[in-house]
C-alpha cells in the first residue's frame, strides 16, 4: 500500500510539474530523492527515541507503518529535495507547491492502508456508534490484550470498539487535498500552495485527529501534548511566513509567478522562457532572429539589394 501511495503522488506530482513549466526528469528524481530519504529519517527517527530497543535497531531499513515517525521523515525529504532542486537552479517554492498536493495524496492511501493493517488506531469508545473493532492478532487487539485484560473478554476474537482514526485521517488529509488544489486555482505567490496546505495538514492530524489516537501523547500544557504543541507553533510560523511572501509578491508580482510561464531557471528555462515571449508578443505578431546589429535579417537582405540596384542605376 505504501509503493501505490507513493506512485498516486509521483503521478501527482508529475501532471502538476507540467502545467507549472517545470522539467519533469528532474522533478522526478527531487521526489524520489525526498521519499527515500524521508522513509529512512522517519524509521531512524523512531529507533532513536527507543533507545533501549535493540531489536528495533537491528531493522534500520525495516518499514513499518507504525514504526515510523512522520514528522522528522517530512522534514528530512524536505530538505534532501529543496537541496537538489537548489542545485539545478528550480525554485524551492515551485517546486513544494506542486510536491504539496501530491503528499495530501500520499495521506490518504497511507491511511487506508493502516486501516488495513490496523495500525494508528483510535482510543477505546465503546458507546460510538461508529466505532469499529479489529481483529484478533491485529496491533489494537494485543495491546487490549496486554494492558486492558479486565475489559477484553477470555476468548475474543476483536478487540474492543475504538475511534476509526484511520477513517479520520483519510477524510482529513481529502480535506487538505481540497484546500490544495483550491489554492493552486487562487495562488498569488509561489509558496502558497505548500504553506496552506502546510497548515490544513496541521490543524487535521494534530489538532484533531490526535485527540482521538490511543498512542497520543500525554498533556504537556493544558490539554495540548508537546506534538500538539509543536504543532501550532508550526502552524503560527508558517502563517507568518505565508504573510511576509504575499507583502513581498504585491511589491513584485512577476517575480512571485513563475508558473505563468516565466525563466524559472537562468539555465534550463529556455522553453519557458520562448513561450513567454511568444505570448507577450500578442496575437498576430512574431518574433524575428535578428542578424548581426540587433537588425533583422530580412530586413538587412532587402537593404542589401537595394544598395547595389541603386549603385548599377548610377552606373
Known amino acids: 500500500m505504501l509503493a501505490l501511495a507513493l506512485l498516486l503522488g509521483w503521478s501527482v506530482m508529475q501532471s502538476l510539474g507540467r502545467r507549472d513549466h517545470l522539467p519533469p526528469g528532474r522533478m522526478s528524481t527531487a521526489y524520489v530523492l525526498g521519499a527515500g530519504f524521508g522513509l529512512f529519517g522517519a524509521r531512524l527517527g523512531w529507533i532513536l527515541s527507543r533507545p533501549n530497543d535493540q531489536a528495533a535497531q537491528a531493522e534500520l531499513v525495516a518499514i513499518h507503518g507504525d514504526e515510523l515517525a512522520p514528522f522528522l521523515g517530512l522534514m528530512m525529504g524536505a530538505v534532501v529535495s529543496g537541496l537538489y532542486l537548489a542545485r539545478r537552479r528550480i525554485p ?89 488544489l483550491w489554492l493552486r486555482k487562487h495562488r498569488s505567490f509561489s509558496g502558497q500552495v505548500v ?12 489538532l484533531i485527529e490526535d485527540w482521538f489516537r490511543a498512542d497520543a501523547g500525554p498533556a504537556m500544557a493544558g490539554p495540548l501534548s508537546s506534538g500538539q504543541l509543536s ?14 511572501r504575499a507583502r513581498l509578491s504585491a511589491r513584485s508580482p512577476a517575480a512571485y509567478r513563475p508558473w505563468e510561464g516565466g525563466r524559472w531557471s537562468p539555465r534550463d528555462g529556455s522553453a519557458a522562457g520562448s513561450s513567454a515571449a511568444s505570448s507577450s508578443a500578442g496575437p498576430g505578431k512574431s518574433t524575428v532572429k535578428t542578424a548581426g546589429g540587433g537588425k533583422p535579417a530580412a530586413k538587412a537582405k532587402h537593404k542589401g539589394k537595394g544598395g547595389k540596384h541603386k549603385r548599377r542605376k548610377k552606373r
Not at 500520499?106 to 486501516?115: D, F, K, Q, Y
Not at 504543532?231 to 511576509?244: E, K, S
Open 92 to 180: 524551492i517554492a515551485a517546486g513544494y507547491d506542486v510536491a504539496a498536493p501530491a503528499l495530501a495524496a500520499v495521506a490518504i492511501v497511507e491511511r487506508l492502508g493502516a486501516l488495513l493493517a490496523g495500525t494508528g488506531y483510535g482510543r477505546v469508545a465503546p458507546e460510538l456508534p461508529w466505532a469499529i473493532q479489529f481483529p484478533a492478532g491485529s496491533p489494537a487487539f494485543l495491546d487490549h490484550q496486554r494492558n486492558l485484560e479486565g475489559l477484553l473478554p477470555v476468548g475474543a476474537e476483536h478487540s474492543l470498539p475504538v475511534h476509526p482514526t484511520q477513517i479520520y485521517g483519510m477524510l482529513l488529509a481529502g480535506v487538505t487535498l481540497a484546500v490544495a
Open 231 to 244: 504543532a501550532v507553533v508550526l502552524i503560527v510560523a508558517l502563517g507568518v511566513v505565508m504573510w511576509a
Open 195 to 206: 504553506l496552506g496546505t502546510g497548515i490544513a495538514h496541521l490543524v487535521g492530524r494534530a
